[in-house]
């Protein structure tokens, strides 16, 4: 490339290839990095305010504070060295097109590879490659295109020192104007004869002209800032028809007053900000009251195990969970605070957190973060601080997850947002036109009232306000789903298939006989340190029957899914599982649920499991079997075939000795034959079918089952309303039919009386927003109404 001046570090610099693209380079003194437009021409890639050959002195040095350690690591989520986490504060996040643009900065630049925004919070929670993008390449673009974050540097919090009032300034500013621009229209509006009414009335326009300045270029200015930096970023928001609208409004009244050719629009104008900054006003104030955003005291009553001072293993809440506590994490358990490892061999996977499947290796005295799974067995952790409010579920509804469930509404409503705008313009152009032909009067005020009364934020918050609700109340219920997309996909299943073991058996009931050679204390406590480090409902119920033993520190632990555990302490190994993984044959007259041990390749015994079903587990089948096909898949043999018989609807499917990948193929055939499938099992061997199901649901007794493969958590003592769950997502999805009527009804005849020109611009601005805060209320009353029926 040669030799060029950086516009960052403002030094003589080679610019050399990078592999981001064909067409991009990196400076290397302060790796800021270019795109070429030309042979003599860089412009900075990152910093989108800036016009190619320009030095940005109006930015340069204002987010240095973000190459400090110290404040980006307090400022960070996550940070592995690859992949940072952040979650930053934005005030300016104000409507559905926000939301869009924000979700979608993997488009703007590819080193982002997921963003996620919490409207009620007004914040975005972003993931990205950090070795191609840094903290403030990151706060700079989002700055760039009109979202710029508030950042405190004063404990290094994010949003949490001021309170933007500028919203307030600004619209008194703007009602103040429209006031004194009403008073002084008056003689205009009843034509008074008045001698010095028409005297002064050239004194009462530039009067209306110079309020209605401030108002253009104060109150209306996040309009046109948002629409400029938007159109610039190749984005067509919602804001450019506004800032459209105010201009015209602007300068058709300025040409008048200036050529002498009327009184112009200015009462229209200073009422249309106004108005449109009130709405904004009532908006924020609405959402901000309907709020669903779930917070984990609320939303996941997971299982966690506390170890005591006195060494004692209790089960809480992961809300419950102190600084300085250890815990317990179990093989496949995640992570749930950040935390320095103690004890065991740590090898996590992070994939929950960044998308990517590879491990890391950890040693005693390493920190962990909230987020990473556990793959090797039992660990002991210390905390280092409390959950943090949202980040499990944040973390849980991350967009890396998304398969192809589609959630159609969302699609809809982006498709909306997306295409809105460009079908509105060209609406307010030939109604424009039209009039410009009949009745010239009329041609602006028709312009204007198209553009303002047409908004899709009644359309496309319609969907999230009523999803957002149903999660809230489905959680208080202990029912607990991964996203909206849930709720669209539960409406739609017609087979449900249930796993057995800790699903419909209920494991604190389980009765247990042991059979074989009696085992030694030594190989006692082998097991019971093995089956410690397992979730699956068998070990977790055998671990609690075991007497009390020495808990030893496994050399090596490894879980086969659907076979068994084997692990090594000095020279003792032992396998637990089925008869084939631990070398045994199997006793064919043995039809009940065993768990067989060896010990040294030398087998010693099973243990038979009497299983106890669920409360209300029969007529909650016989509830469901009128609409829906009804399985069983279980990985255990046939022993209990006859109980179920008894128990269950004679068209219950029942089919045992299934391995996952059997359960997996088994729902993979049924979707190809045109099955919506919902898969209830336990979260661990079920992972695959719960993933492959169009809606997977991981039933949770006191177990940390947090997993991406899953997506709802039922709380077992719920187990018999989920008939009525079901019923509740098929009510929201009429609920929001119904709500996207209510909006094209709304926008249709807004957009008759706009373009037969018989609405003021001021009543539009009225109108507009209104239209979002009824449709608000509309499905918040509708999904509170269907929440009381529940249980």
């Known amino acids: 490339m040669g030799k060029n001046t950086c516009f960052h570090c403002g030094l003589e610099a080679t610019f050399t290839e990078i592999k981001y693209d064909d067409k991009s380079f990196c400076c290397n003194g302060c790796k800021t990095v270019y795109e070429i437009f030309s042979a003599n021409d860089l412009t900075c890639y990152y910093d989108l305010q800036q016009a190619p050959g320009t030095t940005p002195k109006d930015v340069e040095g204002k987010y240095n504070f973000l190459e400090n350690p110290k404040i980006i690591e307090q400022l960070l989520e996550f940070n592995d060295g690859e992949t940072q986490v952040v979650n930053l504060y934005v005030p300016n996040i104000h409507c559905s097109s926000c939301i869009w643009i924000l979700e979608n900065l993997n488009k703007l630049n590819a080193s982002v590879s997921a963003s996620m925004v919490n409207f009620g919070e007004k914040s975005v929670r972003i993931t990205y490659n950090s ?64 001698f010095w009414l028409e005297q002064y009335k050239y004194l009462f326009r530039w009067l209306m002209f110079a309020f209605s300045l401030p108002v253009i270029f104060y109150s209306a200015q996040d309009y046109f800032i948002s629409a400029y930096k938007g159109l610039r970023a190749n984005i067509l928001n919602i804001d450019v028809p506004i800032a459209l609208g105010a201009s015209v409004l602007f300068i058709r009244s300025s040409a008048e007053i200036i050529l002498d050719i009327g009184s112009g629009f200015f009462d229209s104008l200073t009422g249309f900000i106004f108005f449109m900054l009130l709405g904004k006003f009532f908006q924020q104030k609405t959402y901000s009251f309907l709020s669903f955003e779930r917070d984990y005291k609320s939303y996941f009553p997971i299982g966690i195990t506390i170890i005591t001072p006195e060494g004692d293993e209790e089960s809480t809440q992961v809300y419950d969970i102190k600084k300085g506590d250890r815990l317990l994490i179990r093989n496949e358990e995640l992570i749930p605070v950040d935390c320095i490892l103690i004890k065991g061999n740590a090898r996590i996977d992070y994939s929950f957190v960044t ?20 793959l090797n067995g039992t660990i002991e952790v210390d905390v280092l601080k409390s959950v943090e409010q949202s980040y499990l579920t944040q973390l849980w509804s991350n967009d890396v997850f998304k398969t192809d469930k589609a959630l159609a509404f969302t699609d809809i409503t982006n498709r909306i947002s997306k295409r809105f705008t460009i079908t509105i313009l060209l609406i307010a152009l030939v109604a424009t036109s039209y009039w410009l032909v009949i009745d010239s009067s009329k041609a602006l005020n028709v312009f204007t009232s198209v553009l303002i009364i047409a908004c899709p934020c009644a359309i496309a918050l319609s969907a999230p306000f009523t999803f957002g609700n149903i999660l809230r109340i489905l959680g208080k219920k202990k029912f607990y789903l991964k996203n909206a997309s849930v709720i669209e996909q539960l409406a739609k299943i017609n087979t449900i298939i249930f796993d057995k073991t800790g699903t419909i058996t209920a494991n604190k009931e389980t009765r247990i006989n042991y059979e ?28 609690n029957l075991l007497s009390e033993h020495n808990i030893v520190s496994l050399d090596t632990f490894e879980e086969h899914l659907g076979q068994g555990i084997q692990a090594q302490y000095k020279q003792e190994q032992i396998k637990v599982g089925s008869a084939p993984f631990v070398g045994h044959t199997t006793d064919a007259t043995t039809l009940n649920t065993t768990v067989h041990v060896s010990t040294n390749n030398q087998y010693k015994g099973k243990f038979t499991f009497y299983n106890a079903y669920r409360k209300g587990l029969s007529q909650l089948f016989n509830t ?104 509740v997502s098929k009510s929201a999805i009429k609920i929001i039919k119904w709500s996207f009527a209510l909006s094209f009804i709304y926008n249709i005849i807004g957009l008759y009386f706009a373009t037969t020109g018989q609405l003021a611009p001021v009543v539009a601005a009225i109108l507009m927003p209104l239209s979002s805060i009824s449709i608000v209320v509309f499905t918040t009353i509708a999904t509170n109404i269907l929440g009381r029926k529940l249980e």
Do not use: W
Not at 520 to 542: F, V
């Open 516 to 543: 074989g050679e009696t085992l030694s204390a030594s190989e006692e406590s082998l097991l019971k340190s093995t089956l410690r480090g397992s979730n699956h409902p068998l070990s977790r119920s055998l671990y």
């Open 355 to 374: 998308g990517e499947s590879k491990t890391v290796a950890k040693q005693s005295g390493d920190k962990l973060f909230a987020g990473g799974k556990q």
């Open 624 to 727: 469901l079997k009128k609409d829906y096909d009804l399985v069983i898949l279980s990985g255990d043999n046939a022993g209990e075939k006859d109980n179920l018989t008894k128990l269950l609807p004679t068209k219950t499917k029942l089919l045992f000795n299934q391995k996952p990948e059997d359960k997996l193929e088994y729902i993979k055939y049924h979707q190809t034959e045109g099955a919506k499938v919902l898969m209830i099992g336990d979260g661990l061997n079920d992972a695959g079918a719960l993933a492959q199901s169009d809606v997977g649901i991981a039933i949770s007794e006191n177990v940390n089952v947090f997993s991406p493969a899953c997506d709802a958590i039922l709380d077992a003592s719920k187990f018999n309303q989920l008939f009525n769950y079901i019923k």
């Open 131 to 194: 070795t191609t993008f840094t903290l403030k390449n990151l706060v700079t673009l989002l700055s760039s295109i009109g979202y710029e974050p508030y950042i405190s540097l004063d404990d290094y919090s994010v949003g949490k020192k001021e309170i933007d009032r500028s919203l307030i300034y600004k619209l008194g500013i703007a009602g103040f104007a429209f006031g004194n621009v009403m008073f002084l229209s008056f003689p205009e509006y009843f034509e008074v004869g008045e």
